[in-house]
């Protein structure tokens, strides 16, 4: 009797530890209710009071405004899934940490809750100023997963080519990077608003994203295309941890480590 009763009270011991554990996993992976700050013309953007974003209201570490002599500044542009709103660091940090002291910065000027729009304004209005060299905007989650519903395929391609017009006026090379999504129903489901219903749905909507993207004419990295594993994924749209480190040393190897001096990958 005894037996059973020890048995019983460390069953219920490791139930109440792992509710535990499972209520402070998923708090570490909320959105700090400080992170953002209401914008007149985004809606929101990173609130530059907050310890993950700097004083330009980007995320990371703060910058000149002047860009140095012989440094090349690469802006990536996004939504929460390139910003990491639950974590300090995403894949931009990542790639920052590596390259820190190199002729290269990297920064990440991602709004989450953006969409394709927000992502436009966002260029003109606080990117253009900085005068980048290298402009990489990670796509499509901002626009699959909408708060606009104008924003879908037909905007994508009228505001890609806007986007690949003015940055060839300013001598600025641009990217598009295709963003993973996982639509495989084994990872959980985001709270943002779907434009399309039934999975089959997504699916179609999701392919004709891509091929607004891949037809643009811009240079593609093509993260998406990668044998990406349900780990990897917090949830639909978002990478975990280990995701993004995936991404942050395939991307390196793509792009980054060419515009930078060799890095010290960890």
Known sequence: MKHATKLLLAGIAFLVIGLLVSIYSHRAK????????????????????????????????DFPDVKPAGIT????????????????????????????????????????RSDAIDIYVRYERDVLPLNPD??????????????RPSSGPDILQ?????????TAAYGQQLYLLEMPIDLSGDVPATTIAWEPSGAAEKTIYLDRLYAVMENSGIPSLNAAALPWTTEEFRNAVHLSTSGYESLARWLDEELIAGLCTPAQVP
């Not at 290298?134 to 708060?147: C, E, K, R």
Request: hydrophobic share 40%; proline share 7%; with cysteine.
């Open 73 to 112: 500044r690469i802006v990536f542009l996004g939504d929460s899934s390139t910003y990491q709103n639950v974590e300090p660091q995403g894949y931009v940090e990542m790639l920052a940490d590596w390259h820190q002291g190199e002729n290269c910065e990297l920064i990440n000027a991602a709004v989450p």
């Open 158 to 166: 009228i505001g890609l080519n806007h986007l690949k017009e003015v």
């Open 30 to 61: 909320t959105m700090p209710p400080d992170l953002l700050v209401t914008d007149r013309e985004l809606g929101w953007r990173p609130n530059p009071a907050h310890d993950w974003n700097n004083a330009h209201g980007f995320k990371g570490a």
């Open 134 to 147: 290298v402009v990489i905007a990670a796509m499509p989650a901002s626009t699959f997963g909408q708060h």
